[in-house]
């Protein structure tokens, strides 16, 4: 069974940087793509950032690149989201989720989701 933890949320103030972690257990996740996507109240689930396992190959929504990085470590089956440069905007709940295959930056083409941890960017 897929199993996805999410860590590393928190408040901070804007300008600020702050890690979120998911770990990935259940499954070997060598031919699956990684995502993060957040939700706002009231909003949809938006895509954040995703990549493949194996290779590497990322993708990023505009509204976060040159300030987020999503990384991998194959050895503790953790993806990392690293953001930069916070802004109010970014405040949400970000999640972790898995899909087999290539990235995808539509929410209903993944399979497995965290439970999600709250980012808070005050001003």
């Known amino acids: 069974q897929v199993r996805l933890v999410e860590s590393g949320g928190g408040l901070v103030q804007a300008g600020d940087s702050l890690r979120v972690s998911c770990v990935a257990s259940g499954r070997t996740f060598s031919r699956y793509a990684m995502g993060w996507f957040r939700q706002s109240p009231g909003m949809e689930r938006e895509f954040v950032a995703a990549i493949r396992w194996s290779g590497g190959t990322t993708g990023y929504a505009d509204s976060v690149k040159g300030r987020f990085t999503i990384s991998r470590d194959s050895a503790k089956n953790t993806v990392y989201l690293q953001m930069n440069g916070l802004k109010p905007a970014d405040t949400a709940v970000y999640y972790c989720?898995?899909?087999?295959?290539?990235?995808?930056?539509?929410?209903?083409?993944?399979?497995?989701w965290g439970q999600g941890t709250q980012v808070t960017v005050s001003s």
């Open positions: 989720a898995a899909r087999q295959g290539g990235i995808h930056t539509t929410s209903r083409e993944y399979d497995y």
